[in-house]
């Protein structure tokens, strides 16, 4: 059973960055793509960025120019850093891999923006 666990949220102040973390217990972990959704109150889950195993990057636009998403293959881990945080981006963030018909969900980490 593949695992996925998160790491890397909390409380940031209005402009402020944090980096999360998304480690994924597979050893054909570089074949997988990896994505960021995030849920925030009272709102629908949405797709905040992908990474396919090839590397290509693909962000939404609500987060394009601040969130930069990467993968270390040998690490079997995926993260997302965020930059220039508004309160906006306050949501439960989960990562989520995905090949062909197999796909796995975190249980997400909480991401507070406020001052």
């Known amino acids: 059973q593949v695992q996925i666990v998160e790491s890397g949220g909390g409380l940031v102040q209005p402009g402020g960055s944090l980096k999360l973390s998304c480690e994924v217990s597979?050893?054909?972990?570089?074949?997988?793509?990896v994505e960021w959704h995030r849920q925030g109150p009272g709102k629908q889950r949405e797709l905040v960025a992908r990474?396919?195993?090839?590397?290509?990057?693909e962000y939404s636009d609500s987060v394009k120019g601040r969130f930069t998403i990467s993968r270390n293959d040998a690490k079997r881990t995926g993260y997302l850093q965020m930059s220039s945080l508004k309160p906006d981006d306050t949501a439960v963030y989960y990562c989520?891999?995905?090949?062909?018909?197999?796909?796995?969900w975190g249980r997400g980490t909480q991401v507070t923006v406020s001052s």
């Open positions: 989520h891999a995905v090949r062909q018909d197999y796909e796995f």
């Open positions: 597979t050893r054909i972990f570089s074949m997988f793509a």
């Open positions: 990474i396919r195993s090839g590397g290509q990057r």
